[in-house]
C-alpha cells in the first residue's frame, strides 16, 4: 500500500491529501498560479483549457462561463428537455417493439444524448445521434484528440521527446474544424437563436479590447472539448454502480417516483432538491471520474512549498482523480458504492471518518469546471427520466468487473453496458 505521496515518474508526484488541491490548484494570495503541464507546440492557439497564462485564461473562462453557468443552463432547460424526450421515443420504441422489454447498451444512448445536447446548445444544431441513435465519425475523433492529448503530455516531461514529437505544427483540432464549420453555416443561415455558446463567445470579438477571432473559435470549441462526453461517462459509470447494487438503484427509484408525481414534474428545480440522487451523483463520481489520470501543474521557477515539502522548480505535480476516489486510507469500503456516505446518516455515522476533501471531481481554484451546472442538470434529468419511465436491471447476471478498466490519460477505455429496461407497472 502507498502512502499518499507518491513519485509516479522521475519528475512527477502524484498526492491524495485535502491540503495538496488547495497548495496546487488554488490561488495563493501574492504567489503566480501554477501553470498547467501541457504539450506545446509551435504557434499552437491556446483557448481556455490549455491556457498557460494567468492573465489570459481569466478573460477566457468569464466568456465561456456565462454561457453554461446556472442560469444559461436554467434558460435553456427546454433544450435539454427535447433531447431527451428524443431519446425517450427511442426507448419507448424499442420496450414496445420487442414485446414489452428491451435489452440496450444505455452507454451508447448516453453518448449520442449528451453529444447532441452540447451540439444543441453550442449553436442550435445537434449531431443528429437521437435521429437513429447513430454517433457521427467525429464523436471518435474528439475521443482520440483526449487519448493524442495524454501521448502528449507524455512526450512533454522529457527534452527528448519534446525535440522528437512536439517542434511540429500539430494538426487542427476537430473541435476547432467543427467550430469554424458551424461558425459559417450561422453566418448563412436566416433563422438565428442567439442565445448559444458560438453567438455569445463571438459576442465579444466585436467588442472594443474584445478576443480576437482565432482565440474565440478556440475557446468556443473547448466547450465542445470539455462537455461532448464527460457527462455521459458520468452517466454510465453510475449507473454502472446503480444496476450492480439493486437495493441503492431502488432506493433512488423509490425517492423519484415519490417525490415526482407526474412527468410534467420532471423539472430542473425538482431534480435538483432529490437528496439521495445527488448523493449517488457525488458517489458515481467518486469511483467513476470522467477524467480519471490528472492535469498536471508544474511548479514555479522558486518552487512550491506542497502539503508542507518545499518542491523543487519545474516539477510535475497532480491529484489523481482515480486514485484518490478509491485510496483505501481515505474512504471506508472504498471500492463499494455508498451514496449514503454523503448523507447526513453516513456523515455521523459509519462513514464519519471518510476524508472527502481528497476529492475535486469538479477541481478546485480559478480553473475548476466552468460546466458544472450544466453536467449537475444533465445527469439528473437524464437518469431521473430514465428511472421515472422505466425499471432497469443488469441484463447480465454477471457484471463485468469495471474496477480493471483500462485508463489512458484523460479516458477510460469505454465498454458496452448492456441493461434490460421494462415500463414502470404503474404507469
Ligand atoms: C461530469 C462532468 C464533468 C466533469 C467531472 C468535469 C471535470 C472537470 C475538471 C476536473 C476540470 C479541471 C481540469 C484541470 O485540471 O485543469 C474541468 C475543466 C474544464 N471543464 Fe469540465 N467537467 C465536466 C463537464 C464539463 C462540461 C459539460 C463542460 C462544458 C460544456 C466542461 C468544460 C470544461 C472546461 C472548458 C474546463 C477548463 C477550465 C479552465 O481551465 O479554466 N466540463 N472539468
Redesign the pocket.
Known amino acids: 500500500m502507498y502512502g499518499p505521496i507518491v513519485r509516479v515518474g522521475p519528475n512527477e508526484l502524484s498526492y491524495v491529501t485535502e491540503e495538496a488541491w488547495n497548495d496546487i490548484y488554488k490561488t495563493r494570495k501574492g504567489e503566480e498560479q501554477l501553470k498547467?503541464a501541457f504539450p506545446q507546440t509551435p504557434s499552437f492557439q491556446h483557448g481556455?483549457?490549455d491556457n498557460p497564462y494567468d492573465d489570459q485564461?481569466a478573460v477566457c473562462?468569464k466568456i465561456?462561463a456565462s454561457t453554461?453557468n446556472d442560469q444559461a443552463v436554467r434558460r435553456n432547460e427546454n433544450i435539454l428537455h427535447s433531447n431527451i424526450s428524443a431519446l425517450l421515443k427511442h426507448l419507448q420504441r424499442k420496450v414496445r417493439d420487442n414485446g414489452g422489454k428491451a435489452v440496450l447498451d444505455i452507454a451508447h444512448c448516453y453518448e449520442c444524448v449528451a453529444f447532441d445536447i452540447?451540439g444543441d446548445l453550442f449553436s442550435g444544431e445537434t449531431f443528429g445521434c437521437l435521429k437513429d441513435l447513430e454517433l457521427p465519425p467525429l464523436h471518435g475523433e474528439l475521443v482520440l484528440g483526449l487519448k493524442r492529448l495524454a501521448i502528449g503530455c507524455a512526450f512533454q516531461t522529457s527534452a527528448l521527446t519534446r525535440f522528437l514529437f512536439l517542434r511540429r505544427e500539430a494538426p487542427p483540432l476537430p473541435a476547432v474544424t467543427e467550430t469554424e464549420r458551424r461558425l459559417k453555416q450561422s453566418k448563412k443561415s436566416s433563422e438565428k437563436r442567439n442565445d448559444n455558446i458560438l453567438s455569445h463567445v463571438f459576442e465579444d470579438v466585436n467588442r472594443p479590447n474584445g478576443i480576437d477571432r482565432k482565440l474565440a473559435t478556440r475557446l468556443a470549441a473547448?466547450?465542445i472539448i470539455?462537455?461532448f462526453d464527460?457527462?455521459a461517462i458520468?452517466m454510465v459509470g453510475t449507473t454502472y454502480f446503480l444496476v450492480q447494487n439493486p437495493s441503492k438503484l431502488a432506493t433512488v427509484t423509490a425517492e423519484i417516483r415519490s417525490k415526482l408525481k407526474s412527468k410534467s414534474d420532471i423539472t430542473l428545480a425538482n431534480v435538483n432538491s432529490l437528496r439521495y440522487l445527488n448523493a449517488v451523483f457525488t458517489e458515481g463520481?467518486r469511483l467513476w471520474?470522467?477524467?480519471p489520470e490528472t492535469?498536471r501543474r508544474i511548479t514555479n521557477a522558486q518552487g512550491n512549498i506542497i502539503n508542507g515539502d518545499l518542491i523543487p522548480p519545474k516539477t510535475l505535480v497532480g491529484v489523481y482523480h482515480w486514485t484518490a476516489g478509491r485510496y483505501s486510507r481515505a474512504w471506508k469500503d472504498a471500492e463499494a458504492f455508498v451514496p449514503e456516505r454523503w448523507l447526513e446518516e453516513g456523515m455521523n455515522g459509519k462513514y464519519a471518518n471518510d476524508q472527502r476533501g481528497v476529492i475535486n471531481?469538479?477541481?478546485a481554484g480559478p480553473?475548476?469546471?466552468?460546466?458544472q451546472a450544466?453536467?449537475n442538470a444533465e445527469f439528473r434529468l437524464v437518469l431521473v427520466t430514465l428511472l421515472w419511465h422505466f425499471d432497469i436491471a443488469a441484463a447480465e447476471h454477471q457484471l463485468p468487473d469495471w474496477s480493471k478498466t483500462k485508463i489512458f490519460g484523460l479516458v477510460a477505455n469505454k465498454q458496452p453496458l448492456m441493461v434490460k429496461i421494462t415500463p414502470r407497472s404503474e404507469i
Do not use: H, Y
Open positions: 498547467k481556455l483549457m485564461q473562462r465561456l453554461i452540447i473547448d466547450s470539455g462537455g464527460t457527462i458520468a463520481l471520474p470522467p477524467g492535469l471531481s469538479f477541481q480553473r475548476n469546471c466552468p460546466g450544466l453536467a
